[in-house]
């Protein structure tokens, strides 16, 4: 993780209140905007990254497409785009359908505590993977994905389980 990357620190309402270095931020449990991309492809199926094992948290789990926080004076649909290219490789079109607020504490001490704006897009690309960012990727059909998750909770990150079905219902619309 680089040092000195700072987080946009909000409110219940994702009003700006002010700005923290990244770690400190997940050190204090501030709350912090942040954002969740699901990239599908023609066959309707989703794109997962498994984390690099080094990331600060959540390491070696399965995640959704990319994920990552707007930098200060950064639009979060603009930083969204960055980061998919910046991770996977990838470039499309995003929209947003959907925000929720979440938090959770980690074994190693830092708390996710996120008003998390999701976002979709449509892409058949396969993509080139940032080793700092990610160890793996698959396509997966959403039915089998859902069953794997039943069956192995603790192989998926925390906030990708916390929003997936809302992703399926409002991404079928």
């Not at 009003?15 to 204090?28: T, V, W």
């Not at 070696?60 to 990552?68: D, P």
């Not at 993509?127 to 089998?144: G, H």
Request: net charge negative.
């Amino acid at each position: 993780m680089g040092t000195n990357i700072e987080v946009i620190l909000v409110d219940e309402n994702d009003n700006q209140i002010g700005i923290a270095e990244k770690l400190e931020a997940h050190k204090l449990g501030k709350l912090h905007r942040a954002f969740s991309v699901f990239i599908f492809n023609s066959k309707r199926e989703l794109l997962l990254q498994k984390r690099a094992a080094a990331k600060y948290h959540s390491g070696g789990l399965w995640a959704n497409t990319c994920c990552s926080h707007p930098r200060p004076n950064e639009e979060t649909l603009a930083a969204a785009s960055r980061r998919l290219k910046e991770e996977m490789g990838i470039d499309c079109d995003l929209k947003e359908i959907h925000q929720f607020i979440y938090k959770t504490r980690f074994d190693n001490g830092l708390t996710e505590y996120e008003y998390n704006h999701v976002l979709i897009g449509k892409s058949d690309a396969s993509p080139t993977v940032n080793p700092e960012e990610a160890e793996s990727w698959k396509w997966v059909d959403p039915t089998i994905l859902r069953e794997d998750i039943k069956k192995n909770p603790d192989n998926f990150a925390y906030w990708f389980k916390k929003c997936l079905d809302d992703v399926l219902a409002k991404a079928k619309s």
